[in-house]
T-cell receptor, first 115, second 113 residues
Framework: AQSVAQPEDQVNVAEGNPLTVKCTYS??????LFWYVQYPNRGLQFLLK??????LVKGSYGFEAEFNKSQTSFHLKKPSALVSDSALYFC?????????????FGTGTRLTIIP | DSGVTQTPKHLITATGQRVTLRCSPR?????VYWYQQSLDQGLQFLIQ???????AKGNILERFSAQQFPDLHSELNLSSLELGDSALYFC????????????FGDGTRLSIL
């Protein structure tokens, strides 16, 4: 079975400071990892993914994430936070399996950027 | 705009009733996924269709069913509704390849009174 943990329900960061949203995963096999963001009354918006290759992946809106196989982590980062980054962030994992591409999501982390 | 369209945006109904949620995937996407988002269960995968065929099933109740039509739109049917079915129901679509992201619609908020 595959699972994702987001250990922090809430993260508060001052505007302009670097931010990190944590994610760890558990799968059998090599994972495909994703980050999504959800704004109020909206669906999930894709930010970035790790499939293979370079452990540091860059995505939308200046976000990046680092895949760490030994720590089974995929933390989301941004060098300088904006107030508009305030939202709910979800980490998700999928095991490459033709015929079943379901995503397993973490419980989400609410990010608040303080002006 | 993700390109995935869900209707209706809001649905209010009573226990015991039946509703149908509709999803139009992004142009060219063959896979459609349904998810349920609730406060106590989080985001749960329900079911996936690929080009009209059921491909994977998750935590979908027997009272729920789905289908994907030849034009690739999908419908999720929820019957004998209970208070606990109140949730946000999301549809997502993708090209169907495992390394491609899923793109989500804005969801249908279902409220059971």
């Amino acid at each position: 079975a595959q699972s994702v943990a987001q250990p922090e329900d809430q993260v508060n960061v001052a505007e302009g400071n670097p931010l990190t949203v944590k994610c760890t995963y558990s799968v059998s096999g090599n994972p495909y990892l994703f980050w999504y963001v959800q704004y109020p009354n909206r669906g999930l918006q894709f930010l970035l993914k790790y499939i293979t290759g370079d452990n540091l992946v860059k995505g939308s809106y200046g976000f990046e994430a680092e895949f760490n196989k030994s720590q089974t982590s995929f933390h989301l980062k941004k060098p300088s936070a904006l107030v508009s980054d305030s939202a709910l962030y979800f980490c998700a994992v999928r095991v490459p399996n033709f015929g079943n591409e379901k995503l397993t999501f973490g419980t989400g982390t609410r990010l608040t950027i303080i002006p | 705009d993700s390109g995935v369209t869900q209707t209706p945006k809001h649905l209010i109904t009573a226990t015991g009733q039946r509703v149908t949620l509709r999803c139009s995937p992004r142009s060219g996407d063959l896979s459609v996924y349904w998810y349920q988002q609730s406060l106590d269960q989080g985001l749960q995968f329900l079911i996936q269709y690929y080009n009209g065929e059921e491909r994977a099933k998750g935590n979908i109740l027997e009272r729920f069913s789905a289908q994907q039509f030849p034009d690739l739109h999908s419908e999720l049917n929820l019957s004998s509704l209970e208070l606990g079915d109140s949730a946000l129901y999301f549809c997502a679509s993708s090209a169907g390849k495992t390394n491609q992201p899923q793109h989500f619609g804005d969801g249908t908020r279902l409220s059971i009174l």
